[in-house]
Nanobody, 120 residues
Framework: QVQLVESGGGLVQAGGSLRLSCAASGSIFSIGTMAWYRQAPGKQRELVAAVTSRGSTNYADSVKGRFTISRDNAKNTVYLQMNNLKPEDTAVYYC??????????????WGQGTQVTVSS
């Protein structure tokens, strides 16, 4: 079994910064792409940013230039540095990872979510 544990959410004023962390643990052979999604009330879950095992990244247009995703493969951890936060960034942020638990067995895992609230 694999667990993803997020931390770092909270309440911040517009223009402020937060750093989210997500650590994977359990029966891990290797980890592929790791990503952050978010879901605001009444809206669908959307991709915020993703990073491959080789470090290639992609971002939603709405966060380009403000958010930075990174990962520490030795720690099985992914980070999301969020700067210049806006009220529209308010959402529950979820970590996602594609995990190989053996050379051939792959599953997709989600964290429990962490609330980010940006006040105007």
């Amino acid at each position: 079994q694999v667990q993803l544990v997020e931390s770092g959410g909270g309440l911040v004023q517009a223009g402020g910064s937060l750093r989210l962390s997500c650590a994977a643990s359990g029966s891990i052979f290797s980890i592929g792409t790791m990503a952050w999604y978010r879901q605001a009330p009444g809206k669908q879950r959307e991709l915020v940013a993703a990073v491959t095992s080789r470090g290639s990244t992609n971002y939603a247009d709405s966060v380009k230039g403000r958010f930075t995703i990174s990962r520490d493969n030795a720690k099985n951890t992914v980070y999301l540095q969020m700067n210049n936060l806006k009220p529209e960034d308010t959402a529950v942020y979820y970590c996602n990872a594609g995990v190989y638990i053996s050379k051939t067995m792959f599953s997709n895992y989600w964290g429990q979510g962490t609330q980010v609230t940006v006040s105007s």
